[in-house]
């Protein structure tokens, strides 16, 4: 049972996965992941998490199909070996059991184990109240400097998503269930949304053995 959690930023996407890795009894990666690049590279923690989610055609130079005319910034190889190593971490926690992902385009790096892909999102207000709540200690944003910034990060997902597919596949089609959270208390729905995943996993499974 591999599932994967997309989100739109300040959507509960994290909270989502973290109750419901509880109520399943499976671990749920998020934040792990960053530590353990950052330990292997030497990397600090909040620079690993800045860049693991951002547009990585942007990190690289023109130097694709010219790569013998420039040498490549340090700054572009630390988001290369950053992206490599996350991939790695990503399918080696998969390989070792049920699990949930949280972002990093995990759903498609995780393709050939046929996880059940969520997208989480919700309405600019629910996103800006749950934003605020959860604002770090000594964050003061104003409202509107708080939706740019929200504004920003789901760009700058959708830029590194399309990294790894096209614009025509990075549809929210290609989930197999999306959930808006907008002015829903998460704790609430997990319950559900836990089953629905069992009965899918358990049909899948039971089509497979039809096919064998």
Same mark, same amino acid.
Request: with cysteine.
């Given at each position: 049972?591999? =599932? ?11 909270e989502?996965?973290k ?17 353990? @690049? ?10 690993? $998490? ?6 990585l ?39 070792q ?5 949280i ?15 969520i997208?989480?999102y ?5 996103k ?6 959860r604002?770090?200690?000594?964050e003061?944003l104003?409202?509107?400097?708080l ?17 790894? =597919?096209?614009?025509k596949? !990075?549809?929210? $089609? ?8 907008? $002015? ?8 559900v ?11 899948? @499974?039971? !089509? ?5």
């Amino acid at each position: 049972m591999i =599932i994967t959690i997309s989100r739109e930023f300040g959507s509960g996407g994290r909270e989502l996965g973290k109750r419901l890795s509880n109520v399943l009894e499976i671990p749920c990666y998020d934040k792990e992941i960053i530590q353990m @690049i950052a330990e292997k590279q030497g990397f600090d923690e909040q620079y690993v $998490s800045h860049i693991s989610e951002k547009n990585l055609q942007a990190a690289y130079p023109r130097t694709i199909g010219c790569r013998f005319t420039m040498t490549p910034h340090p700054v572009t190889k630390q988001a290369v070996t950053i992206a490599v190593e996350q991939q790695k971490i990503i399918k080696t926690f998969a390989a070792q059991g049920d699990c949930i992902m949280i972002g990093r385009c995990a759903d498609v790096i995780l393709k050939e184990y046929n996880p059940f892909n969520i997208f989480v999102y919700a309405d600019m207000d629910t996103k800006l109240k749950r934003c605020i709540e959860r604002a770090p200690k000594g964050e003061n944003l104003t409202p509107t400097e708080l939706e740019r910034k929200i504004r920003e990060v789901d760009k700058e997902r959708a830029k590194h998503r399309e990294f790894y =597919i096209s614009a025509k596949e !990075n549809a929210r $089609s290609n989930y197999h269930l999306c959930i808006n959270t907008s $002015s829903i208390e998460i704790k609430k729905i997990v319950p559900v949304l836990a089953e629905y995943i069992k009965v899918w996993f358990e049909i899948r @499974i039971e !089509n497979k053995a039809r096919n064998v």
